[in-house]
């Protein structure tokens, strides 16, 4: 069965730093998104991106975060110079128009 | 704006008892999906059953169903003959368009 597969599962990383998620989505989706869970709290909306480009972003998503898909296949978050507030579990999802398939999901801690 | 509001944030249930989990939303729009996500221990979102609103007929998957009431803007769950492996957070989901909003979810413990 087909899956979303992201990596690494879990990366640790400090303060000011740059990092960057990896996602490789359903290979028929078309859109693709990045959600966020702080530990105890909601799944909250990051980006979506379709055709290649950002549809929508939240207010979460500032000049700190950006998105890729660089070669048709991975789909990359950045976070440009982390802070500890970044520290979270980001998904990584992916639809053909309908439901949303997650992957397992990267465990980020900013220290 | 779209809310998903997910009032239980904790039950529990005896295996092989029917625990209905609630979940309220609120949009102006007609044409929507409605979703069960389920969240192990493990962290990943697995997909439980999902409702178009234009259809009338509640979704089922196995012990699995809903109780979609449109005019109410209610989506329960229902898990018939709860298993152990049923316990994890429970995540209402609406979409509009091209984004999901997500309940803050439930807690489901299931007791042997």
């Known amino acids: 069965e087909p899956e979303v597969t992201q990596t690494p599962s879990h990366q640790v990383t400090q303060m000011g730093q740059e990092v960057i998620l990896r996602c490789v989505p359903i290979s028929n989706h078309l859109y693709f998104y990045w959600y966020r869970q702080i530990l105890g709290q909601k799944v909250e909306f990051l980006v979506s991106f379709y055709n290649n480009e950002i549809s929508e972003k939240s207010e979460i998503f500032d000049d700190q975060f950006s998105v890729e898909r660089p070669d048709g296949s991975n789909f990359t978050l950045k976070i440009r110079s982390t802070k500890l507030e970044d520290s979270a579990m980001y998904f990584c999802a992916s639809s053909e128009g309908v439901e949303a398939f997650f992957g397992q999901g990267t465990r980020l801690t900013v220290v | 704006a779209q809310t998903v509001t997910q009032s239980q944030p904790e039950m529990s249930v005896q295996e092989a008892e029917t625990v209905t989990l609630s979940c309220t939303y609120d949009?102006?729009?007609?044409?929507?999906?409605l979703f069960w996500y389920k969240q192990p221990p493990s962290r990943q979102m697995i997909l439980v059953i999902r409702q178009e609103a234009y259809k009338q007929q509640n979704a089922t998957e196995n012990r699995f169903s809903v109780n979609f009431q449109k005019a109410a803007k209610s989506f329960s769950l229902k898990i018939s003959d709860s298993q152990l492996g049923d316990t994890a957070m429970y995540f209402c989901?609406?979409?509009?368009?091209?984004?999901?909003?997500f309940g803050s979810g439930t807690k489901l413990n299931v007791k042997p």
């Open positions: 989901a609406f979409r509009n368009f091209n984004k999901f909003y």
């Open positions: 949009t102006s729009e007609n044409n929507y999906y």
